[in-house]
């Protein structure tokens, strides 16, 4: 389990969601290995490759909720890879489940650049 000041990131989660129309449901974050995320991402997705994040849509209109699978292992490459710390990219990574579960896609080239503008502008609230 990461250190993280769980209370403040629940709360920025529920501000998040809040700012896009949503209460916050069950929200299950599963911090894991590779190995794990690529056990994961092979037995439901069909996917045979290493991921950061896979996240599970369990969302009603009003409620977000989901499992979240992020890969601490792939969070640290990442962080070294991009010049940024392992907390910052952990709660970049954190926050972009989230707003998957909003309905936020990166799957264009377009949506994922909107997709990082709407992540820094959460690590800016949070301010991270």
Known sequence: MPDLARGKVEAWIRATAAGY?????EMN????SDERILEVNRQFLQ???YTDII????????????DIYISLDTVRT???????????ELHRVIIHGLL??????????ETEAEMHRKEDFALRAFDI
């Open 47 to 49: 996917h045979d490759y």
């Open 55 to 66: 996240t599970f849509d369990y969302s009603t209109r009003s409620s977000v909720s989901g």
């Open 29 to 32: 974050y599963i911090f894991c």
């Open 21 to 25: 129309g949503f209460m916050t449901g």
């Open 100 to 109: 998957h579960l909003t309905g936020q896609q990166d799957k264009t080239p």
């Open 78 to 88: 990442n962080a070294a890879q991009f010049g940024t710390t392992y907390g910052r």
